[in-house]
């Protein structure tokens, strides 16, 4: 493994540490956030137009949402990470979901055409799964047998004996890849931390979103592919991962909140908001807020994610300009 990327992922697991402090034992809802108040005067419509890994997440707020306020229309639409930035910057979404963090170009566009940089809000956190047909012998991987198996850089195709099966029946049959398209935030983290930045083969069979990717796996003995945790069914298992073939940790939140966990990931939800302003539309700050309070907190855990610290909600409804009040 390189030493770039090594100084990279401790660099990232420690972020992903300090940042989601929550309690050791396992998922649960942080005590010091709110419940959620409603308020008068909200109406209108929201759009939101991103990850596809988080339709599931703004559904379930939505109708969160729409319990306080049946008047609001909500309208989610997932097609990828990607056109998240653009939707905002031409204003046709109030909200950007995105599984990955904006890339500095796109960053840099949005400044250019408002003066200032989008406000990313760290929603939940998803631990990247590594699925494999329920059957699989294996059970942990490391990142570099991670490269090798889905990127160009491991050279001919590996095979389930490669990453030490040794049953007859698996041993000598390649492994069958199941990934996302390349407008998906899951494709560009996968290969910036799976990957080590490497290009994918081409013989990944790509997928139009993350639970098209287990339904492939599912139906393919010999399948491998990476998706949300939360996508996870009985008819696929999730390998244990290590950074550098030591010890492995399974896709847990006590393991992702730790940083133990290689691959464990932030979910954002990208706004507009003007720095001086702040944010003038209540359904959106509303929105905001039921995102950050126990409530939006517990849908996080329905859905399969892990739920982000008060002091995390905190920072990112300063970030608004929303007073937390907690």
Same mark, same amino acid.
């Given at each position: ?8 992922? &401790? ?5 992903? =540490? ?15 956030? *709110? ?30 949402? #729409? ?103 698996? =041993?000598?049959?390649? &492994? ?36 098209? &990717?287990?339904?492939? @796996? ?17 008819? &696929? ?12 940790? =399974? ?24 720095? @001086?302003?702040?944010?003038?539309? *209540? ?15 517990? @849908? ?18 300063? =970030?608004? #300009? ?5």
């Amino acid at each position: 493994m390189s030493t770039t990327f090594r100084k990279w992922a &401790v660099g990232l697991t420690a972020a992903v =540490a300090g940042a989601t402090a929550l309690m050791a034992a396992g998922p649960e809802i942080d005590s010091k956030l *709110p419940k959620y108040s409603p308020v008068s005067g909200v109406s209108g419509n929201i759009k939101s137009i991103g990850s596809d890994t988080m339709n599931n997440l703004m559904t379930l707020w939505g109708e969160e949402f #729409k319990a306080f306020y049946p008047a609001v229309q909500i309208e989610v639409e997932g097609k990828g990470s990607s056109t998240a930035p653009p939707a905002l910057m031409q204003n046709q979404a109030n909200f950007g979901p995105m599984s990955r963090a904006m890339k500095s170009s796109e960053v840099d566009e949005f400044e250019k055409r408002f003066g200032y940089k989008p406000v990313p809000l760290r929603t939940a956190i998803d631990a990247l799964a590594v699925f494999v047909h329920k059957d699989c012998p294996l059970d942990e991987i490391s990142i570099d047998q991670l490269t090798d198996v889905f990127s160009v850089a491991g050279g001919n195709t590996v095979t389930w004996g490669d990453l030490g099966v040794t049953d007859r029946r698996w =041993a000598s049959r390649a &492994v069958s890849l199941y990934g996302r398209n390349s407008a998906s935030g899951t494709y560009g983290y996968f290969k910036k931390v799976a990957l080590q930045g490497n290009d994918y083969r081409n013989t990944v069979k790509e997928q139009p979103g993350s639970s098209a &990717v287990v339904q492939g @796996v599912a139906n393919d003995r010999f399948g491998m592919g990476y998706s949300g945790v939360g996508y996870a069914t009985a008819d &696929v298992k999730m390998l244990q991962v290590s950074l550098d073939g030591g010890d492995s940790f =399974a896709p847990s939140a006590e393991y992702a909140n730790s940083g133990e966990y290689p691959l464990a990931r932030f979910l954002y939800l990208y706004v507009n908001v003007d720095p @001086v302003r702040g944010i003038n539309d *209540p359904k959106m700050a509303e929105f905001i807020k039921l995102v950050f309070s126990k409530q939006g907190q517990e @849908v996080v855990l329905k859905d399969g994610y892990f739920p982000v610290s008060a002091s995390v909600a905190r920072e990112d409804l300063k =970030a608004c #300009k929303l007073d937390p009040k907690f």
